[in-house]
Nanobody
Framework: QVRLVESGGGSVQAGGSLRLSCVAS????????MGWWRQAPGKEREGVAM????????YYADSVKGRFTISRDNVKNTVYLQMNSLKPEDTAMYYC??????????????????????WGQGTQVTVAS
C-alpha cells in the first residue's frame, strides 16, 4: 500500500521560510511525477507545484513562482517544497500527491490533480502578518 507522509509545516511570520517534506513508502516502482497542493478553509484546493521525478522539470502556480521551489530525491523517495518569502495568504493545509509510474502526468493540467492517485494527510502551514 502506497503511503505519503508530509512534514515540516508550522507557524511562521510573514517573510519567513519553511521546508516541507513528503516521504513515500510502500510501492515497488517509482512515481512519474509528484506535487504539492494546498487548501485553505472555505477555499478550493490549489495546485502549488509539480515535478517530474525522471527529469526534474518543475511547474508552479503563478501565486508562488519565484518564492517556492519543488525538488525531489529519488534515492530517499522524498519530494520537498522550499517556501520562502511566505505571505499570510499562503496559510493552508499542504498536501503531497503522486502519479504512478504506469500513468501519464499531464504538464498542462497538473494543477487539476489529474492522475494524482496517491495523497498524503497534509501538514498545516500558518503565516502570521
Amino acid at each position: 500500500q502506497v503511503r505519503l507522509v508530509e512534514s515540516g509545516g508550522g507557524s511562521v511570520q510573514a517573510g519567513g521560510s519553511l521546508r516541507l517534506s513528503c516521504v513515500a513508502s510502500g510501492y515497488t516502482s517509482s512515481f512519474r511525477c509528484m506535487g504539492w497542493w494546498r487548501q485553505a478553509p472555505g477555499k478550493e484546493r490549489e495546485g502549488v507545484a509539480m515535478v517530474y521525478t525522471g527529469g526534474g522539470k518543475a511547474y508552479y502556480a503563478d501565486s508562488v513562482k519565484g518564492r517556492f521551489t519543488i525538488s525531489r530525491d529519488n534515492v530517499k523517495n522524498t519530494v520537498y517544497l522550499q517556501m520562502n518569502s511566505l505571505k499570510p495568504e499562503d496559510t493552508a493545509m499542504y498536501y503531497c500527491a503522486a502519479v504512478p509510474a504506469s500513468t501519464a502526468c499531464y504538464s498542462g493540467s497538473w494543477s487539476q490533480g489529474r492522475n494524482f492517485d496517491y495523497w498524503g494527510q497534509g501538514t498545516q502551514v500558518t503565516v502570521a502578518s
